[in-house]
């Protein structure tokens, strides 16, 4: 029985010195660096308020926000910059500030988004992000995380017990509804459920954090002594900005639930938006295997590597991530309901039915078909009149030469509004006027048709397929000999911008209907001289 799957039965709490807690229900690890921001909170605590200014109490304040990264932040949407953000932008939080306090939770949530929430940084790079805010409370940190990383295990065993005095006293340190006093307990209770071996591996991790931290100073003290030209000043400026990039995931340790989910729906909508500045597929790859190395039933993960595989026509790899996101729903009950056969069900059709559709885009029609014929099986059983609109549609893509495939599409066309799925019937509507002007029919009757699909477009905001159509009305125009009307809307395709939240108001020049477009505008000019 283990052999069917063996991550249910194996999935290794430790890997490489870093604890996994997913297993406690915690959904984080304890790491090094982890242990160096505690570092610098208890360094904060005991430092006398008269021997930190109150400007470098405000900096490291605002310091400490992308620092502590709480899983319920990134789950926010970005809030409006109000005036209490726009402060905090500029000057930085409050001396004492509380997130308990009603004026300052948006505030401080629209900053803590805004910032980075990326994977673990290196030590030397937490240096100089504490010693821009205070020099002398960073060498206190410095100083503390040598003593510990050179000591003995009790030390790192002593930190940990003395974090808990935080919050005792009738007047405690922390509050623990705060958002320090939450990401202390978050760590306390999670380094209190290792074993021996668990915290001795942690405490060998955190001597090689420090050791590759003091060589990587050491390094750049030496790269000072010689000459440097303005250029790569700016460059080494820019590489402390605590972002996803490729050098950071990189040399990163693992991601915790949290950072791996904004890492996830960002690479996402990087790919579906804007291809061209979401990670290389080797790296984007490099960071998906660790993910799944430490989390193989992180189904998300999977559906990525699914996109990621697709974008160099990995067929194999392609189809293993594919079905190994669908096992993981199945198996780890995220698309049960109440009843629990429901989504167990409505996993097995959508899987078909993705199976099909990655089959046609390769080609393989044969297997698209078998496929596409077991996810009308499954949805039939189940009633899934949307998931049967899907496998309809495919099957007009699958057999469109066949010479009644029309009567398939309108009927598709006809169901896709009774049943409210305004995509699915706009490029049915689309599939029809490209039919029928290879049939001859007028260009009136072509327009008017895509004027009701357009309507559909602007209804539900369906930018990907406004583009599509006013590709379309080029084609057309070209077709019918209309030259100056086709070169009038291959000209406004190209110069409208994206309706995308995340890239509102940037020209949107890496879709195929932008490609069309040039393409149509280029032989356009070439017949014209």
């Known amino acids: 029985m283990a052999s069917v799957h063996e991550s249910l039965y194996f999935n290794p709490m430790m890997t490489n010195g870093v604890v996994h807690a997913n297993v406690f229900g915690i959904k984080d690890w304890v790491t ?5 921001v505690l570092v610098l909170l208890n360094e904060m605590s005991r430092t006398g308020e008269g021997a930190v200014s109150l400007m470098e109490r405000r900096r490291l304040n605002q310091l400490l926000l992308p620092l502590l990264q709480r899983r319920d932040f990134a789950m926010l949407p970005r809030l409006v910059l109000n005036s209490w953000t726009q ?24 900053y803590f988004i805004l910032q980075t929430q990326g994977p673990d940084i290196t030590l030397s790079k937490l240096y100089k992000l504490i010693e821009e805010s205070c020099p002398q409370l960073a060498n206190s940190v410095q100083i503390r995380i040598k003593l510990m990383a050179e000591g003995e295990l009790k030390d790192m065993e002593q930190f940990f017990d003395d974090l808990s005095d935080s919050f005792s006293g009738t007047e405690p340190e922390v509050h623990k509804t705060s958002v320090v006093g939450l990401f202390l307990r978050h760590m306390i209770l999670a380094y209190s459920k290792l074993s021996f071996s668990q915290v001795f591996k942690l405490y060998t991790a955190l001597q090689q954090y420090f050791q590759n931290g003091e060589k990587k100073t050491v390094e750049d003290a030496d790269m000072e002594l010689t000459s440097r030209d303005e250029g790569e000043r700016k460059m080494e400026k820019e590489e402390l900005d605590v972002s996803v990039r490729e050098e950071e995931v990189s040399c990163s340790g693992p991601l915790s639930q ?18 061209t500045k979401a990670l290389t597929p080797a790296s984007l790859q490099k960071e998906l295997n660790n993910l ?16 990621n595989n697709l974008r160099v026509q990995d067929v194999f790899s392609s189809t ?20 629990g056969e429901e989504g167990y069900g409505r996993s097995l059709r959508y899987a078909a039915l993705n199976l099909a559709a990655l089959h ?49 599409l309108e009927h598709s066309v006809k169901k896709a509004v009774h049943f409210g799925l305004p995509y699915l019937a706009s490029l049915g509507i689309q599939s029809l006027v490209q039919q029928r002007a290879f049939a001859g029919k007028t260009a009136n009757k072509l327009m008017d048709a895509l004027k009701d ?57 890496n879709t195929e209907s932008f490609a069309v477009a040039l393409c149509h505008l280029a032989e356009l000019h070439a017949e014209q001289n």
């Not at 402060?87 to 629209?110: F, H, K």
């Not at 009308?376 to 699958?398: F, G, K, P, T």
């Open 32 to 36: 090094p660096y982890k242990i160096a």
């Open 87 to 110: 402060a905090i932008l500029t000057s930085g939080l409050p001396e004492y500030w509380d997130y308990r306090s009603e004026p300052l939770r948006p505030a401080v949530m629209c």
């Open 258 to 275: 949290k950072q791996a989910e904004f890492f996830l729906s960002q690479q996402a909508s990087l790919l579906k938006n804007d291809e």
């Open 292 to 307: 799944l190395k430490f989390n193989p039933d992180f189904a998300e993960a999977h559906y990525l590597s699914y996109l």
């Open 320 to 339: 293993h991530s594919l079905l190994h996101y669908f096992d993981r729903l199945i198996l780890t009950g995220a698309e049960s309901k109440s009843n």
């Open 360 to 408: 046609c885009r390769f080609g393989h029609y044969q297997q698209a078909e078998l496929a596409l014929q077991e996810a009308i099986r499954i949805a039939q059983e189940s009633n899934d009149h949307v998931c049967l609109q899907h496998c309809l549609s495919w099957l007009y893509v699958l057999g469109q030469k066949r010479s009644d495939s029309y009567v398939l």
């Open 453 to 509: 699909s357009d309507l559909l477009h602007w209804k539900h905001s369906l930018s990907e397929l406004i583009d599509i159509s006013i590709a379309q009305k080029t084609a057309i125009w070209r077709l019918y000999g209309r030259s100056t009307m086709a070169l009038q809307q291959a000209q406004m395709l190209l110069s409208m911008n994206s309706l995308e939240a995340v890239n509102a108001g940037v020209q949107q020049n």
